[in-house]
């Protein structure tokens, strides 16, 4: 009988082999399911993406398509292949070859560990693919060279609260390895010349690690012209781009771009991104993008991550404090939907780069939001104004874990944005 069954075995992993392995990667089309979840769905997109780079060409569509041959079924789609016994816990995937489809899950966001695994550990080789299910631990390398940092300008973590208490299903970064709080407080509110933190000076702290007075971009309390992170990673070689809802010239991307005593002297602001442009000292640069942050976040990663580059990101959804400085329940909770789509993006495009680091934060709370059962979005804003509250910060990649559950001043989040670059010391002590 276990011959039998051992013959039987040798026969269906021959054909297995035979109606997959002879493929070729770009005989294949991507399947989701018709209502993925946001992490299924931009898996498929990053895969898709390398796949691209490669020169294979794959479309991706929805389970409710007509079924092909050949499919790379992401996610839990209704084709049989993709019924699985594994039960997953964080942090595991699954990949393997079932007849002539492979099959990619994972444990919440790790879904993109699946494609990452496809592509960069197996090559593409299809006919080297397991043909059983057997979860795999996703383990990021030891150190990153890249980073991704993502500021949800004015979000407090009672902004995210207020998200998911009205149809956003969750942060995506609290699926991170690790979080934790940052401080905020600006050199001025430590001097007790302001009440709280402006995007000039917190924006400032974490693009040079340098505490600064308000209104100051890009220099240090004494007006001294400092080097931000993406500077910094210029000078190494690795490409970089800022990315913002904002204008241009807004406090925050113009923290790591410029350097001038005043956020409000916008034509000197302009001009010094305009230079940056113009002798290529940045390689992409997109403000005001709106309704297609994602988008563009998508774009930007594609340029300067090309042939493995090194790289560093700055991404800014600036209309979270700009909704709440109008007290606008609605708008705020909408504008934090529009970061997590972002976010999400970034998180998959790091699973699929593991020697990236993706950190997500804010650079100060607007608001003071508290919960209150006298909203009916079931919390209220006390003020228009900035808050010397502590923010979340998230993490996800090599290191991460050693910031878990740790308060750092944001200055802090600089130097560790630094050190995929360097092993010199960077802001202030």
């Known amino acids: 009988m276990k011959r039998l069954l051992t013959f039987f075995s040798i026969i269906i992993l021959a054909l297995v082999l035979f109606s997959c392995g002879n493929a070729e990667i770009d005989d294949f089309q991507i399947v989701i399911p018709e209502n993925a979840d946001l992490s299924t769905k931009y898996a498929a997109e990053n895969l898709a993406s390398m796949l691209s780079e490669r020169g294979d060409g794959v479309e991706i569509v929805t389970d409710s398509a007509r079924e092909a041959k050949f499919e790379i079924l992401i996610g839990d789609t209704n084709r049989e292949e993709s019924k699985t016994v594994s039960e997953l816990s964080n942090g ?35 006919s080297d693919l397991p043909t059983e299910e057997s979860p795999k631990n996703f383990v990021f390398p030891e150190k990153y060279d890249s980073v991704i940092f993502m500021i949800g300008d004015g979000m407090g973590e009672n902004h995210i609260k207020m998200a998911e208490k009205n149809g956003m299903p969750t942060f995506i970064a609290r699926s991170f390895i690790a979080t934790g709080k940052s401080i905020t407080r600006s050199q001025s509110v430590i001097d007790k010349t302001a009440d709280a933190t402006d995007s000039a000076a917190s924006g400032t702290a974490m693009a040079t690690g340098y505490k600064t007075l308000n209104s100051y971009v890009g220099l240090d309390a004494n007006g001294n012209p400092v080097q931000n992170v993406r500077e910094l990673a210029f000078s190494l070689g690795a490409k970089t781009a800022v990315v913002t809802t904002d204008k241009i010239t807004g406090a925050t991307p113009s923290s790591y771009m410029c350097h001038n005593i005043s956020r409000e002297n916008t034509e000197e602001l302009q001009a010094e991104i305009d230079a940056l442009s113009a002798s290529g000292k940045i390689d992409y640069v997109a403000g005001s993008v709106d309704n297609n942050l994602t988008g563009e976040v998508r774009k930007a990663l594609s340029t300067i991550s090309k042939d493995s580059s090194q790289f560093f990101i700055m991404i800014e959804e600036g209309h979270i404090d700009k909704r709440a400085h109008e007290k606008d329940n609605e708008g705020a909770v909408e504008m934090v939907k529009r970061f997590n789509d972002a976010v999400a993006y970034a998180t998959q495009f790091t699973l699929c780069h593991p020697d990236t680091l993706l950190i997500v934060t804010a650079d100060h709370e607007t608001g003071k939001l508290t919960a209150s059962k006298y909203n009916e979005y079931g919390y209220l804003f006390h003020s228009y104004n900035h808050t010397n509250e502590d923010v979340p910060f998230f993490m996800l990649g090599a ?6 559950g740790q308060t750092l001043e944001n200055i802090e989040l600089a130097k560790i944005c630094a050190s995929a670059y360097t092993t010199e010391p960077f802001g202030m002590e």
């Open 399 to 404: 290191g991460a874990s050693a910031y878990d």
């Open 92 to 126: 595991q995937y699954l990949l393997f070859a079932r007849d002539s489809k492979i099959v990619i899950k994972g444990y919440g966001i790790y879904v993109g560990a699946g494609a990452h695994a496809l592509v960069n550990e197996y090559d593409l080789k299809i």
